[in-house]
């Protein structure tokens, strides 16, 4: 049962969250040293003003407690939740000042975006955006694609037993060696190196195409990053569409891909073992769901004139296919056409695609792959079951960097989860509906939120109803974190500060 908070958990949780914030006063040196670079006086100004808010905000909350402690479960789901909220906020302070954002709330909509690497924005004349906060917008794709905890833990920042319990609290389980220092050092060697090679073939793609070579490097090195960490950012406000370039598009999709599967899978290929990631659940699950849903959207784009011809067709669904379900929210076609000119199923497909999601472990957002492919084994055991004899006991299996046998327990998981985000995807669409919207963009918009897919037909934009963007706000925090770290520290505040609520041992 729920224990309600005490002074000393108060304390520990604030020493923890106290050294997260001031670790994460490394994603704002990044931008500085950008803006030092290019002369931008402005936003040094601005980024050195935020640092030395954060350093103090972190200081301050190292110091409920100095003594080192081991987290328990209840403590490290509190430590990160909050963190993801704390961090938002004050990335919300420089962004906010550029003069880029109507109101305090479009800038924390955007670093909420960025955090959770959903990638709508509600960015004012984004094409003249500074270099500074550029950088910076990708910046918070990188800490939140990768993940805070497993960030601050290849970093050595926590110890081994403190470390295991902020990333399991963080959404993940699977750990690509036994040892969690070295998972989180493998998965960040592993991100940094896709997103360098990507990189220097994109700025050349630049170059050939005739952006001015700094321009194209910078530019090439945030589409790397956006597009690996499944966040959907990008520095011109056309997005992929800006640069006409089928071969990027194709790099592009090939990042979204990799980002999109289970780092553990990455693992067992470069170790070799490249058989698992043929075997694997996941990936069988994907690429059935992605052939069926794919096909679909074939046939729903063929009645339309716009994408009757099959290069067009290949070329626009192919990469919007690939785009929703890595949850990245690149477009290569524009809100008009995809709320105009794509059918009503090829619509839905769409949603449904981002809805599902990539892989567990991964950078991508939805209810993921492994659920759905463990729901779908516990039917067919429910399907044995129901025609075995009465004295047959019947046992289901699947890899996943192994044999594994379905259980009730992760069955339960997979069911609790995949509910929670249909409750979401629901209320969102309902929330969007009362606020006048029709109901079909209002339940893609709703999918894009809480999925951390980022397409989107136009309702999240600067100007929205401020409830509206609070609770798209609240759906992206929720998606990102799986729903459990988000809702269980709402219940233990809840219970911390009602009195008339008695915690029981469980």
């Given at each position: 049962m729920w224990q309600r908070f005490t002074l000393y958990?108060?304390?520990?949780?604030?020493?923890?969250?106290?050294?997260?914030?001031?670790?994460?006063?490394?994603?704002?040196?990044?931008?500085?040293?950008?803006?030092?670079?290019?002369?931008?006086?402005?936003?040094?100004?601005?980024?050195?003003?935020s640092i030395g808010i954060t350093v103090i905000i972190g200081a301050c909350l190292r110091f409920l407690r100095i003594e080192p402690?081991?987290?328990?479960?209840?403590?490290?789901?509190?430590?990160?939740?909050?963190?993801?909220?704390?961090?938002?906020?004050i990335a919300a302070i420089p962004l906010y000042f550029s003069g880029h954002y109507a109101v305090y709330l479009d800038a924390l909509f955007d670093a909420v975006s960025g955090l959770t690497t959903t990638g709508a924005s509600v960015v004012l004349d984004l094409d003249h955006l500074s270099y500074a906060d550029n950088m910076f917008r990708f910046m918070l794709h990188l800490l939140g694609g990768l993940g805070l905890i497993v960030v601050a833990l290849s970093f050595g920042l926590f110890g081994k037993r403190v470390g295991a319990s902020l990333y399991a609290s963080e959404g993940r389980s699977e750990h690509v060696v036994p040892n969690v220092v070295q998972t989180t050092r493998f998965i960040s060697k592993i991100a940094l190196g896709i997103i360098l090679v990507a990189t220097a073939?994109?700025?050349?793609?630049?170059?050939?195409?005739?952006?001015?070579?700094?321009?194209?490097?910078?530019?090439?090195?945030?589409?790397?990053?956006?597009?690996?960490?499944?966040?959907?950012?990008?520095?011109?406000?056309?997005?992929?569409?800006?640069?006409?370039?089928?071969?990027?598009?194709?790099v592009l999709m090939v990042l979204m891909v990799l980002g999109a599967i289970n780092f553990v899978i990455h693992a067992e290929v470069w170790n070799g073992r490249v058989e698992m990631f043929f075997r694997d659940i996941e990936v069988r699950t994907m690429v059935i769901w992605l052939g069926?849903?794919?096909?679909?959207?074939?046939?729903?784009?063929?009645?339309?004139?716009?994408?009757?011809?099959l290069p067009a067709m290949l070329r626009r669904g192919v990469f919007m296919v690939i785009s929703a379900f890595s949850t990245t929210g690149f477009q290569n076609i524009t809100t008009n056409q995809l709320t105009v000119v794509f059918s009503s199923g090829a619509f839905l497909?769409?949603?449904?695609?981002?809805?599902?999601?990539?892989?567990?472990?991964?950078?991508?957002?939805?209810?993921?792959?492994?659920?759905?492919g463990v729901i779908f084994k516990s039917i067919v055991a429910t399907i044995k079951e129901a025609l075995a004899p009465d004295s047959a006991r019947v046992a289901v299996a699947y890899s996943h960097v192994g044999r594994r046998m379905?259980?009730?327990?992760?069955?339960?998981?997979?069911?609790?989860?995949?509910?929670?985000?249909?409750?979401?995807?629901?209320?969102?669409?309902?929330?969007?509906?009362?606020?006048?919207?029709?109901?079909?963009?209002?339940?893609?918009?709703?999918?894009?939120?809480?999925?951390?897919g980022g397409v989107t037909t136009g309702l999240a934009t600067a100007g929205m109803p401020m409830s509206l963007e609070l609770f798209y706000i609240f759906q992206m925090w929720a998606g990102r974190?799986?729903?459990?770290?988000?809702?269980?520290?709402?219940?233990?505040?809840?219970?911390?500060?009602?009195?008339?609520?008695?915690?029981k041992q469980s």
């Open positions: 958990d108060i304390r520990v949780i604030g020493h923890y969250l106290g050294t997260l914030i001031l670790f994460s006063a490394l994603a704002l040196v990044p931008p500085l040293i950008t803006a030092l670079a290019f002369g931008e006086w402005e936003p040094a100004s601005r980024y050195a003003l402690s081991r987290l328990n479960r209840q403590q490290a789901l509190a430590v990160t939740g909050l963190a993801w909220i704390v961090l938002a906020f073939i994109v700025t050349v793609l630049c170059l050939f195409a005739g952006i001015e070579p700094v321009r194209a490097t910078m530019q090439s090195l945030w589409l790397s990053i956006s597009a690996f960490t499944t966040g959907g950012f990008a520095p011109m406000s056309q997005s992929v569409m800006y640069y006409h370039s089928f071969p990027m598009e194709v069926i849903m794919t096909c679909v959207l074939a046939a729903s784009l063929s009645a339309s004139l716009a994408f009757s011809d497909a769409i949603a449904l695609i981002m809805a599902v999601g990539g892989a567990s472990g991964s950078t991508s957002g939805g209810v993921k792959f492994s659920r759905v379905l259980s009730p327990v992760i069955v339960k998981e997979a069911m609790t989860v995949f509910i929670l985000y249909v409750i979401t995807y629901t209320v969102g669409a309902l929330v969007g509906i009362a606020h006048g919207y029709g109901a079909t963009q209002a339940i893609f918009e709703s999918v894009a939120m809480a999925s951390n974190l799986e729903f459990v770290t988000l809702l269980a520290l709402l219940v233990e505040i809840v219970v911390s500060f009602n009195p008339r609520r008695r915690a």
